[in-house]
């Protein structure tokens, strides 16, 4: 598999047995973390490309368990629901709550059609005949919250 | 999908501003998503935008656990060893312990890989 689309290159090279791995943008990565931490707290690039890695195995162990609970109850597609219910599964139930939140929204706000791209003009106007223009009341999209109380990792075992 | 560009959409657009932008490209998730085994065949719209989400709790876990060993070795860059001993540290961050060591032993050459490792190739 020559798919080396945003795969990184240097840690993925151990033996092979890691084939070009999907990796996160590293600047994506490195910003969520850099917003995390203290304003003088400085992140070694190797700790980034770690980080890197360590999300892309987050993201399959989650969809490995999410995929095989559809397999068992014979459904094809992975979904949300899936998603929040492995991460409950596997240990991240502090996650799952806060998910199904941001998940239940999304569905109120997208209804049936996930891909409603009106905005900024990006040049994708769509063929929707309706463009539901509605005004970003949500101003605090779940996105921004910084470090929240509602998510608070306690540092439990350390 | 639905429409064309859906996705390409929402990765450059930020979804209509309601949701607000994704700081991770969704296109990208669903990538890493569909290597993760043979079963996955397919995934909702919506699965990749909950993973947006769930990664970045994620990174911001790992990072302040990485932090407080940091912190612990008074200093002030976060190296890769702090991760490795915070996911060492922590229960849930298990499937990662052998990416972290392999990272830290690339000598091992002829380590076998674990079953977790096994189970994300496609």
Redesign the interface.
């Known amino acids: 598999m020559g798919d080396n689309i945003g795969a990184s290159a240097s840690s993925a090279d151990d033996g092979g047995f890691k084939e070009q791995e999907q990796l996160l943008p590293i600047a994506n990565v490195g910003r969520i973390m850099k917003l995390i931490l203290p304003p003088n707290a400085k992140i070694s690039k190797e700790a980034k490309e770690t980080m890197q890695e360590c999300v892309s195995e987050f993201i399959s162990f989650i969809t490995s368990e999410a995929s095989e609970k559809c397999k068992k109850e014979r459904r094809k597609t992975v979904n949300g629901d899936d998603i929040c219910w492995a991460m409950g599964t596997l240990g991240f139930d502090e996650y799952a709550g806060p998910l199904k939140r941001y998940l239940h929204k999304y569905r109120e706000l997208e209804g049936d059609r996930p891909n409603n791209q009106q905005e900024k003009g990006a040049g994708s106007n769509s063929n929707t005949e309706d463009q539901k223009e509605e005004p970003s009341s949500y101003g605090t999209d779940h996105h921004h919250q910084p470090n929240n109380q509602s998510m608070s990792f306690r540092p439990s075992d350390f | 999908m ?2 064309a ?2 996705y ?3 990765v ?14 969704l296109a ?2 669903k ?3 569909k ?3 043979d ?9 990749p ?3 947006s ?16 060993v ?1 912190m612990q070795g008074k200093r ?5 060893e ?3 001993s915070a ?1 060492i ?5 298990d ?2 312990v052998n ?2 060591s ?2 830290s032993s ?1 000598d091992n ?2 380590e076998t ?1 674990s079953e ?2 096994e ?4």
Request: aromatic content about 6%; overall charge positive; hydrophobic content about 45%.
């Open positions: 639905r429409q560009g859906a390409s959409g929402l450059s657009a930020s979804m209509s501003g309601r949701m607000g932008p994704h700081s991770l490209p990208r998730i990538k890493i998503m290597k993760s085994g079963d996955v065949k397919m995934i909702s719209g919506e699965a935008i909950v993973f989400k769930a990664c970045e709790l994620f990174i911001q876990e790992l990072t302040k656990r990485s932090w407080m940091t002030r860059t976060l190296h890769k702090d991760v490795a996911v540290a922590t229960d849930i961050f499937f990662l990416l972290v392999d990272e690339n050459l002829a890989p977790e490792m189970t994300f190739r496609s």
